[in-house]
């Protein structure tokens, strides 16, 4: 789990790479739960100063940028 906010929540996120740029994607945070509206996308393709506004990796975890 991570630390996302001013709570620890028992959820990741991920890294990924496309096109060879790497980017945060949280599909739990993009999840609208029974809203009926258009799809978000608010955190979805983040650079790590985008994600790292409430989003705080759990130190345990390795460096999005290391191979595990």
Known sequence: ?????DEAQS????????DGENYYVDV???DPLGYTGPRLYDYFCLSEEQMGVNHFPDDSWPPADSAA
Do not use: P
Not at 1 to 5: M, P, Y
Not at 11 to 18: F, G, K, R, S
């Open 11 to 18: 959820h990741i996120w991920n890294y990924i790479t496309l």
């Open 1 to 5: 789990w991570a630390e996302s906010g």
């Open 28 to 30: 739990t945070w993009d």
